[in-house]
């Protein structure tokens, strides 16, 4: 009961401090100085019709290739987790799952190829929409659930996505090299011609970047998927 | 008046709180990890709250927003491109702490927070 009370009396500061600040927020009614370069020059120097992609891809690309590897370093820690050590105690027996029925299996069958189609379509005009690569990547991930839930029993080729991750994640830092020797810097979009802003193939290489990062986070998130998914295949294998 | 901002900001507060009180008083593992994707959520709320401004759009230049007038008319990019980095984290985080709690559950066949003991004083 203590403990809850603490609880309590440490979110009733938390909330405090909350207060504090809404009531003290006043909006901006200018854009402040790092936002107003981003807004005039991203037309002009990047090319990108979508001002967060432009940031997201080539102003702050570092920091994506950072954010790339800490999702890629997650998938690696759950596949390692999730493989390593025999549980301690003895499996109890698990039931059976019911079936998951004919309108799951079917509207799989129909939803996953659409599923993919949409991801790709995200991740390909994150330069101009409001999508991008892990955007698109998420939903691509999202129809491999379907998948996985319409066939618990359903094996993913740990081969393939391997692959798939480790070849994106290759281009895109090759992508980045390449923007040092031939334009101006580390992950440089102007490799390739900028072209008319709105277009498909406009700002550069950034729908390349994209849709190599959707792929990337594609198969990572269906690696982790994956992985969680067959420690119940395991135990089931085991038992018969 | 309350902005949509300043709405949109007091939500977020309050599922970060809700996300707290979840993770300070649920004993079930799988319980603090949803508390922790609440309060995540709230976060990221918050942040894209405080990049509003009133009367802009979307920081998207087409018809609407020509290239000229992208200043005046499109709000704040910059919390937008963290809350995209952010939420893609977040799901890293929540991947682990989920396959950490199949782990632990295998170890001891409980999700109990207080039937683990190791690290206790």
């Known amino acids: 009961m203590i403990k809850r009370a603490i609880a309590l009396l440490l979110l009733l500061a938390v909330g405090a401090l909350f207060a504090s600040l809404l009531a003290g927020y006043v909006p901006d009614s200018e854009l402040n100085q790092t936002a107003r370069y981003y807004a005039e020059r991203t037309a002009g120097d990047i090319g990108a019709a979508n001002i967060v992609t432009a940031i997201v891809v080539t102003y702050r690309g570092l920091d994506t290739l950072g954010e790339v590897t800490v999702l890629f370093i997650t998938a690696a820690i759950v596949g390692l987790v999730l493989a390593q050590g025999q549980p301690a105690l003895p499996h109890t027996p698990r039931q059976l799952r019911p079936p998951v029925g004919e309108l799951l299996t079917t509207g799989s069958r129909m939803l996953t190829p659409l599923i993919l189609l949409l991801g790709v379509y995200v991740f390909v005009n994150g330069h101009l929409t409001p999508g991008g690569g892990f955007q698109g990547g998420a939903i691509i991930a999202s129809g491999m659930l379907l998948l996985l839930l319409a066939d618990p029993l359903k094996h993913f080729s740990h081969q393939l996505i391997s692959v798939l991750e480790s070849l994106s994640g290759l281009l895109f830092v090759g992508i980045g090299v390449l923007g040092v020797l031939f334009a101006s810097g580390f992950l440089d979009n102007r490799l390739l011609p900028i072209g008319n802003l709105g277009e498909l193939f406009s700002a550069g290489v950034i729908p390349v970047i994209y849709s190599l990062i959707g792929l990337k986070v594609g198969a990572e998130f269906s690696s982790m998927l994956a992985n969680l998914s067959e420690i119940d295949k395991t135990d089931k294998t085991e038992e018969t | ?121």
């Open chain 2, 1 to 121: 008046m309350i902005s949509l901002a300043q709405m949109a900001m007091a939500t977020g507060f309050i599922l970060i709180l809700i996300g707290f009180y979840g993770a300070l008083t649920q004993r079930n593992l799988l319980r603090m990890i949803v508390a922790f994707s609440i309060a995540d959520a709230g976060v990221n709320i918050v942040i894209v709250a405080i990049g509003h401004m009133r009367g802009r759009t979307a920081p998207i230049i087409d018809a609407a927003v020509p290239v000229a007038d992208a200043v005046a008319r499109v709000i704040d990019p910059v919390p937008q491109a963290l809350v995209l980095t952010a939420i893609v984290i977040g799901v890293g985080v929540t991947a682990l702490m989920l396959a950490y709690a199949l782990k632990l559950h295998e170890r001891k066949r409980t999700l109990d927070i207080a039937r683990f003991t190791e690290l206790k004083w």
